[in-house]
C-alpha cells in the first residue's frame, strides 16, 4: 500500500510540474479576465468596430470574463476610437459604478507614408501592470501574401492594413465609432452572465498565444500619445472575480442576524403581558360575584321571613 502511495504521489507531482509553464501567464490581476492575445485575434476577424464591440461581449466567444465591480455578473466593454488624422487609438471601457469608468486595453493603430499599419494592444497598467503590450507575430504575416513585413533587425513589425477591420477604420467615408452604451444602458440583446474560474476561461484563447506576441517597446508612438491624455481610471477595480461580491454579502448576513436577536426578545416580553392582563380579572370576578349575591339574597330573604 506504502509504495501504491508513492507512486500515485510522484505522478501527481510530475502532473503538477507539467501544468506549472501554463498557470505562470497568470498575472494574478483583473487583466487575467480578459485576454489580450484573444482581443487582437477578434479585432483582426471583426469587419468593423461596432462589431468588434459587439463580439468582446458575445457569451458564446467566451472571452470577456471581467467583473471590475464585483457585483459577480460580466461587465460589458465598450469601444470608443480616439482618432487624429492617419492615428487611432480604440479604448476597452468598462462603466464601474454610474459616475466611474476604467479603461481596459486600448488598441493603437499608425498608418505610415507607405500605406502600412502598424498596430499594438496595450493593458491598462491598473488590470496588466506596467508595459503589458501584444503585437501580431511573424507567422500571421507569413501566412497572407498582402502583410509585408517590414524588418527592423531582428523584430519583424508586421503590417495589418488587410486586417478587414483596420480596412473600414481608414475608408474616407469612416464615421468615427463612440460606443452608444453604458452604465445601465445596454442594447438589448445584451445580457450579463457569471464569471468562470480563471482555470476554465484561461484554455480557450490561450493556443492564440502562439499567434502574436508580446513586445518591450510601444512601436505605435503617435497614437499612444494621442490616447494618453484620454486615459481614465476607476478608484479602485475589483482584483479577484466575484470575491467582492462574497464579501458584500457577508455584512447583510450580520445585520440580519442581529435583527433576529433583536425582535426575539420583544416577543418574549410582550406575550407574559398579554396573558396577565386577559387572564388575571376572570377567576378574581367571576367567583367572588356569585358569592355576593347569595349573601344579599340569603340575608334579605332570612330578614322578610
Given at each position: 500500500?506504502?509504495?501504491?502511495?508513492?507512486?500515485?504521489?510522484?505522478?501527481?507531482?510530475?502532473?503538477?510540474?507539467?501544468?506549472s509553464?501554463?498557470l505562470?501567464?497568470s498575472?494574478g490581476?483583473?487583466?487575467?479576465?480578459l485576454?489580450?492575445y484573444?482581443?487582437?485575434?477578434?479585432?483582426?476577424?471583426?469587419?468593423?468596430?461596432?462589431?468588434f464591440?459587439k463580439?468582446?461581449?458575445?457569451?458564446?466567444?467566451?472571452?470577456?470574463?471581467?467583473?471590475?465591480?464585483?457585483?459577480?455578473?460580466?461587465d460589458y466593454?465598450?469601444?470608443i476610437d480616439?482618432?487624429?488624422?492617419?492615428?487611432?487609438?480604440?479604448?476597452?471601457?468598462?462603466?464601474?459604478?454610474?459616475?466611474?469608468?476604467?479603461?481596459?486595453?486600448?488598441?493603437?493603430?499608425e498608418?505610415?507614408?507607405?500605406?502600412?499599419?502598424?498596430v499594438q494592444?496595450?493593458?491598462?497598467?491598473?488590470?496588466?501592470?506596467?508595459?503589458?503590450?501584444?503585437?501580431?507575430?511573424e507567422e500571421n504575416?507569413s501566412?497572407?501574401?498582402e502583410?509585408?513585413?517590414?524588418k527592423?533587425g531582428?523584430?519583424v513589425?508586421?503590417?495589418?492594413?488587410?486586417?478587414?477591420?483596420?480596412?473600414?477604420?481608414?475608408?474616407?467615408?469612416?464615421?468615427v465609432?463612440v460606443?452608444p452604451?453604458?452604465w445601465?444602458?445596454?442594447?438589448?440583446?445584451?445580457?450579463?452572465?457569471?464569471?468562470?474560474?480563471?482555470?476554465h476561461?484561461?484554455?480557450?484563447?490561450?493556443?492564440?498565444?502562439g499567434?502574436?506576441?508580446?513586445?518591450?517597446?510601444h512601436?505605435?508612438?503617435?497614437?499612444?500619445?494621442v490616447?494618453?491624455?484620454?486615459?481614465?481610471?476607476?478608484?479602485?477595480?475589483?482584483?479577484?472575480?466575484?470575491?467582492?461580491?462574497?464579501?458584500?454579502?457577508?455584512?447583510?448576513?450580520?445585520?440580519?442576524?442581529?435583527?433576529?436577536?433583536?425582535?426575539?426578545?420583544r416577543?418574549?416580553?410582550?406575550?407574559p403581558?398579554?396573558?396577565?392582563?386577559?387572564?388575571g380579572?376572570?377567576?378574581?370576578?367571576?367567583?367572588?360575584?356569585?358569592?355576593?349575591r347569595?349573601n344579599?339574597?340569603?340575608g334579605?330573604?332570612?330578614r322578610?321571613?
Amino acid at each position: 500500500m506504502k509504495t501504491i502511495r508513492l507512486i500515485t504521489f510522484s505522478l501527481l507531482m510530475c502532473t503538477g510540474a507539467m501544468a506549472s509553464p501554463a498557470l505562470q501567464d497568470s498575472l494574478g490581476l483583473p487583466g487575467d479576465n480578459l485576454d489580450l492575445y484573444g482581443v487582437l485575434e477578434l479585432f483582426k476577424k471583426s469587419e468593423s468596430p461596432e462589431e468588434f464591440e459587439k463580439a468582446l461581449n458575445k457569451e458564446d466567444n467566451k472571452l470577456n470574463n471581467l467583473d471590475l465591480n464585483g457585483d459577480n455578473q460580466i461587465d460589458y466593454i465598450h469601444v470608443i476610437d480616439r482618432a487624429e488624422k492617419d492615428v487611432h487609438a480604440l479604448v476597452l471601457q468598462v462603466s464601474v459604478t454610474e459616475t466611474e469608468t476604467q479603461d481596459v486595453a486600448v488598441i493603437e493603430l499608425e498608418k505610415k507614408e507607405d500605406g502600412n499599419v502598424d498596430v499594438q494592444i496595450i493593458g491598462d497598467e491598473k488590470l496588466y501592470g506596467k508595459n503589458y503590450i501584444v503585437e501580431p507575430g511573424e507567422e500571421n504575416a507569413s501566412k497572407t501574401a498582402e502583410a509585408a513585413p517590414e524588418k527592423t533587425g531582428k523584430t519583424v513589425v508586421v503590417n495589418v492594413y488587410h486586417w478587414p477591420s483596420v480596412q473600414y477604420i481608414y475608408r474616407p467615408s469612416y464615421v468615427v465609432w463612440v460606443s452608444p452604451w453604458g452604465w445601465s444602458h445596454y442594447p438589448g440583446w445584451w445580457r450579463p452572465w457569471r464569471p468562470m474560474h480563471w482555470h476554465h476561461y484561461h484554455p480557450h484563447w490561450t493556443h492564440y498565444h502562439g499567434y502574436h506576441r508580446r513586445a518591450d517597446v510601444h512601436r505605435v508612438v503617435v497614437a499612444h500619445n494621442v490616447y494618453h491624455g484620454h486615459r481614465k481610471a476607476a478608484a479602485a477595480p475589483a482584483r479577484r472575480t466575484a470575491a467582492p461580491a462574497q464579501r458584500m454579502g457577508r455584512p447583510e448576513r450580520k445585520e440580519q442576524r442581529i435583527n433576529n436577536q433583536t425582535q426575539k426578545p420583544r416577543v418574549q416580553q410582550s406575550a407574559p403581558r398579554q396573558r396577565v392582563q386577559k387572564s388575571g380579572p376572570k377567576p378574581r370576578v367571576q367567583p367572588s360575584a356569585p358569592k355576593q349575591r347569595q349573601n344579599k339574597q340569603g340575608g334579605q330573604n332570612g330578614r322578610r321571613k
